[in-house]
């Protein structure tokens, strides 16, 4: 079991910048991938960034350039640090985990992108 627990969302202008936190309650050196997904309203769930334990980045083109996507094995933390952000990226924002075959996901945190 893992336990996902998100933070660092909110309400921010066009242009501005935001950085989630998922704190894991396991070594995430020992889960295979972490990773953002966001689900807009009336849309389905989709992948923003992901990040595996051997260190491979993988983005939507949506946020490339834009979105970066860390982790601290030490803290157990998984990082999305967003600039540039849009209205269109407004969404909540769920981190999630792979381990051991099956799949985690934190509660999600609101991000709204508005002037």
């Known amino acids: 079991q893992v336990q996902l627990v998100e933070s660092g969302g909110g309400l921010v202008q066009p242009g501005g910048s935001l950085r989630l936190s998922c704190a894991a309650s396991t070594n995430i050196f020992s889960i295979y991938a972490m990773g953002w997904y966001r689900q807009a309203p009336g849309k389905q769930r989709e992948l923003v960034a992901r990040i595996t334990s051997s260190g491979n980045e993988n983005y939507a083109d949506s946020v490339k350039g834009r979105f970066t996507i860390s982790r601290d094995n030490a803290k157990n933390t998984v990082y999305l640090q967003m600039n540039t952000l849009k209205p269109e990226d407004t969404a909540v924002y769920y981190c999630?985990?792979?381990?051991?075959?099956?799949?985690?996901w934190g509660q999600g945190t609101q991000v709204t992108v508005s002037s």
């Open positions: 999630h985990a792979a381990y051991r075959g099956d799949d985690y």
